[in-house]
């Protein structure tokens, strides 16, 4: 039962009635009278139609020579001795054209016994002598308390004038022949009374919002309204409707939400019972198999799905016979097949004998599509010749895509398995890295089985070969604090308008005031933006300006103007003036999609000269680390002639990013200029996963000082003086040894020989870092004359240098 709610004071409630232990039977007193449906007939009687009112004054005066009639009817013996003046009164509610067809029944109040029922309700309840439903399902605690929260609202509305309407949605189940069917019951109160027995509790407001307040807990209206105090006589008759298909199809749908429904052997079980419900068939049986892409997939996964006909030995043994069975025909033909008798069949092939002899011979195949992709078949299978038609199929395709959905779950998290202990462990992987997960992950899946604990090996790759570089902002900082406050500033004078003209309609001091430390903060941030500053500022915006403004807006229409200003200027989401930040940003990450895109991109192309271990990261501007060595791949010898490809390859890359990011200048709404760098380090290291961060780091003591370097030395200055390393328009390339520095001067040759480059190479030495001494630099400045820009694509660039690299590489 649902309580609905309406503007008077009803209330909505779809939480489960609450029903104190102690309660096992319905407690009010209930009385089986037929006094309201005699009075339905004296009415009747008086109806200017002559054919109701002579059949009513027949039937009253055949009622006034049993008089106990009009009585409370205490022993049911009474009705049958006069059970032929009975039927003639229950023609109001069993009319004689439907009784063959009504599926109805009456009871005394509350009472779930009938005294009255059509022939079909007896037949499909089974009624008994009694009046007992020898058939019907149903959860009693609930239908008890439905059934005292009713007669709790019809005491409420006689006596108390409070109404709520009542919708009953109660379903009783019948099995019978291996099947169940629904039924919807309707109860129908209009030959019912609720009586006070003596003078009714007095409920006052207090005591009646109680009950409102809470109206699905029955002890706060036994509490409030004693059950000695009133009782029902009459009786209400039930009325059931077949929902069977909707009830079902409802609860398909809620079992296939459910992960374990397709791979739990007794819920698998339980969704096959209710499709024999659905379809009206008993002896069908149920199957279901996976499939993704291949139908060696289906075979080996998909005994993890369902029962699937074809799960066994033979059939996996001889996959090609698949392709020629019945599961290729409806693959095909992209829709459900129905064989009338396997046996019948012009070609049989493993795939059917092995169907046969489970006991099928009438058989539905059904294709699974999920998003116009073929996801699994559902089997349908019966040991009756005709059961399984093309009227089965009509109603199988309400359930199919529930199945598509449930079967393509479990595909996709059965293909995550493998990919989840990986992701557990550790967190996205690399390509070029992923088979040693998998090697991981494998042993301990198989460790798992016997030691539970069992934890993943460690994953480390030896002598490999680091290069970093980083495509920075110039003076990010610098800008994102002009923009923070420009922005503050602006949004403090649209206060400053506003609090001037509120006071000049109306001269408070407290306006005065915040004039006051409106103007002292604008004053104070033309000087400079302080740690702290924003966020005391958005305070005292949001807890004393804007609070004030519902009530400074009642001054004057031209307030009220500058308050909407004011409104149209901020942004729904920060809920402060965003324009020069959101130029700022939007600048940012223009210029980090242009440089991501373009290492994505580039990327494809060198992992195809090598593979090797490539990982990026977005600040202001994009990081990269690049490791290679022979330990990350497996199949292909390594020579030092790849790392020096790839040490030009990003040298390339690098000219690339810096023409695309000044070509980007132009159409930035803050002028971001770019730096570039490379850090060189001709000592291979080792870098080992770290599970608990889920990133690969160095390893060792040692190596450590190479990711000191790469925090540090974007920030480097030049050796006498305080000239930054990093310049808009050049690279720099960081060393410590005079060998790299011929090698990557080798390197600027080449690039000056493409016109890639311009000026001249720069020779530095810089100053100490924390924990850094001894580091060096080269500088060049890259030639973004937009004609080089046209002409030099990445993939020319990175083709040409495969093309000359014997030139280096000794």
Request: aromatic residues 8%; negative net charge; glycine residues 4%.
């Amino acid at each position: 039962m649902e309580l609905k709610s309406d503007v008077n004071g009803s209330l909505t409630s779809a939480d489960k009635i609450h029903l104190c232990e102690s309660v096992k039977q319905f407690p009010f007193k209930s009385k089986l009278s037929l006094e309201y449906l005699i009075e339905f007939w004296k009415k009747e009687a008086e109806s200017t139609n002559h054919l109701r009112s002579d059949q009513a004054k027949s039937i009253l005066e055949q009622v006034s020579k049993v008089p106990e009639l009009m009585n409370p009817i205490d022993d049911l013996r009474i009705l049958e001795e006069h059970s032929d003046l009975i039927d003639q009164l229950m023609t109001a509610i069993y009319p004689p054209s439907r009784w063959e067809t009504q599926i109805s029944t009456s009871n005394a109040p509350f009472q779930f016994k009938s005294f009255y029922s059509s022939a079909l309700f007896k037949k499909i309840f089974g009624v008994d002598k009694k009046g007992i439903f020898l058939n019907a399902e149903f959860n009693e605690r609930d239908m008890l308390a439905n059934k005292i929260l009713s007669a709790y609202l019809m005491i409420l509305q006689k006596y108390y004038g409070k109404k709520l309407r009542i919708d009953h949605q109660f379903i009783m189940g019948v099995s019978d022949e291996s099947l169940k069917r629904h039924f919807k019951i309707d109860v129908d109160p209009q030959f019912i009374n609720v009586k006070a027995i003596g003078e009714p509790p007095q409920i006052g407001e207090k005591e009646l919002n109680y009950i409102l307040e809470d109206v699905t807990n029955l002890e706060r209206w036994t509490e409030t309204i004693p059950i000695d105090s009133f009782e029902f006589e009459g009786f209400v008759t039930i009325s059931a409707t077949n929902v069977t298909d909707q009830e079902t199809l409802s609860q398909l749908k809620y079992d296939l939400l459910e992960r374990a429904s397709i791979i739990s052997m007794d819920r698998f079980l339980e969704l096959q019972q209710k499709l024999r419900s659905y379809l009206r068939l008993p002896d069908i049986k149920l199957g279901l198999a996976a499939f993704s892409g291949e139908w060696k997939m289906m075979l080996d996964y998909g005994n993890k799905i369902g029962l699937s006909f074809i799960m066994n030995e033979r059939i996996k043994n001889n996959c090609e016979n698949i392709k020629a069975s019945i599961y290729a025909t409806a693959f095909n033909e992209k829709h459900p097949v129905v064989i009338d008798d396997l046996t019948k069949l012009d070609n049989i092939t493993i795939v059917e004998e092995e169907i046969i002899k489970q006991g099928i011979l009438n058989i539905i195949i059904a294709p699974l599509y999920y998003q116009d992709e073929l996801v699994g078949m559902l089997e349908l299978g019966s040991p009756n010749k005709g059961d399984l038609n093309s009227l089965v199929i009509k109603k199988l395709k309400e359930v199919l895509s529930l199945f598509s959905i449930a079967v393509s779950r479990n595909i996709e998290e059965m293909q995550n398995k493998i990919q989840a202990l990986i992701k557990e462990e550790c967190t996205a992987i690399h390509p070029t890295v992923e088979w040693r997960f998998k090697d991981a992950a494998f042993k301990l899946l198989h460790q798992k089985e016997n030691d539970p604990g069992s934890t993943m090996e460690d994953i480390v790759f030896d002598n490999l070969y680091p290069l970093y570089g980083l495509s920075d902002i110039r003076n990010s900082s610098i800008h994102r604090n002009e923009a923070i406050q420009s922005d503050l500033i602006e949004h403090l004078n649209l206060v400053d308008r506003i609090l001037t003209t509120s006071h000049s309609k109306k001269p408070l001091p407290i306006l005065d005031e915040l004039k006051f430390r409106t103007n002292k903060h604008i004053k104070s941030l033309k000087r400079g933006l302080n740690s702290g500053d924003e966020l005391t500022i958005i305070n005292f915006l949001q807890d004393e300006i804007e609070s004030a403004f519902s009530h400074i807006q009642n001054f004057d229409p031209s307030v009220v103007e500058l308050i909407n200003e004011y409104n149209s200027n901020i942004d729904n989401e920060t809920k402060l003036l965003y324009k020069k930040r959101k130029d700022y940003e939007e600048s940012v990450s223009k210029i980090n999609d242009v440089i991501s895109s373009y290492l994505d991109e580039a990327q494809l192309e060198a992992q195809d000269m090598y593979p090797h271990y490539f990982e990026k990261y977005k600040t202001d501007g994009v990081e990269h680390s690049i490791y290679i060595g022979q330990s990350l791949v497996q199949n292909q010898q390594y020579s030092p002639m790849y790392l020096k490809n790839l040490r030009i390859w990003q040298l390339l890359i690098l000219c690339g990013v810096a023409r695309e990011t000044d070509k980007l200048k132009s159409q930035l709404k803050v002028k971001l200029d770019t730096t570039h760098l490379v850090l060189v380090q001709n000592n291979p290291l080792s870098i080992r996963f770290r599970y608990d961060e889920k990133k690969f780091d160095v390893d060792g003591t040692y190596n450590i000082r190479y990711e000191i370097m790469k925090k540090r030395i974007d920030k480097a200055i030049i050796k006498g003086s305080k000239e930054r390393l990093t310049m808009p328009g050049k690279i720099s390339v960081v060393y410590s040894q005079s060998s790299e520095a011929l090698e990557y001067k080798r390197y600027f040759d080449f690039l000056r020989s493409k016109d890639l480059i311009t000026g001249e190479i720069e020779e530095l030495e810089l100053e100490p870092l924390q924990g850094v001494q001894g580091l060096k630099a080269l500088r060049i400045m890259v030639n973004i004359n937009p004609a080089i820009s046209a002409q030099a694509s990445i993939k020319a660039d990175v083709k040409e240098a495969v093309g000359n690299l014997k030139e280096f590489v000794n």
